[in-house]
């Protein structure tokens, strides 16, 4: 079974599990916690991902890491996912976990990159139109300037890629010219 597979029944129980004993808000911390702990630390990744490293030892550098600082049931659920040889998929179950999170909220997180800080008007505007792709009520746009984009905007919601940016309208032409080359009539 693929990982993101295990990621995502494994981030669903947990939720189901944290909502019916109605610590959902809890564990979202804890799950926030460990996915930025997670992406700011190549090396636990590469540590849960190992396979020489026994799994009781990383069971213990996790309880050390996160130990009091996450709740009881998020220490049990690192414990069962140990047990069970899936250590690996962790490091994919924060993520899907909050994934699952925001769907269960309604709410819809994309990511939108432009050349300049945004306005208040297309900062709107580019909420409207994550709402109409995703059905979503809520929105949160994470904001990020590239000017590498020289105009325009890459905007990410889930899987899919919208690229109105300048740079890549250039290289689509670029791209075009490169398969037509103009031929000039004599």
């Known amino acids: 079974m693929s990982e993101l597979r295990v990621a995502s029944r494994?981030?669903?129980s947990l939720i189901d599990l944290a909502q019916e004993r109605g610590e959902l808000e809890q564990v979202k911390q804890d799950m926030d916690l460990f996915s930025?702990?997670?992406?700011e630390n190549r090396d636990l990744r590469m540590l849960l991902r190992n396979p020489i490293v026994k799994h009781d030892k990383k069971l213990a550098i996790l309880k050390a890491i996160f130990g009091g600082k996450v709740t009881d049931m998020t220490e049990k659920f690192f414990t069962l996912v140990t047990q069970h040889n899936r250590e690996n998929s962790l490091v994919f179950i924060g993520d899907e976990f909050l994934n699952q999170y925001n769907l269960k909220k309604g709410m819809q997180v994309a990511q939108?990159?432009?050349?300049t800080v945004l306005d208040p008007s297309l900062r709107e505007q580019l909420r409207q139109l994550v709402r109409e792709q995703a059905g979503m009520p809520e929105v949160t746009l994470q904001e990020k300037v590239d000017p590498a984009l020289i105009g325009g905007f890459?905007?990410?919601i889930g899987d899919r890629l919208i690229d109105d940016s300048v740079s890549f309208r250039l290289r689509k032409l670029r791209t075009e010219?490169?398969?037509?080359?103009?031929?000039?009539q004599l």
Request: net charge positive.
């Open 112 to 115: 939108v990159t432009t050349a």
């Open 154 to 156: 890459v905007l990410r």
């Open 177 to 184: 010219f490169s398969k037509n080359p103009y031929q000039p």
């Open 10 to 12: 494994y981030a669903k």
């Open 36 to 39: 930025k702990t997670l992406g």
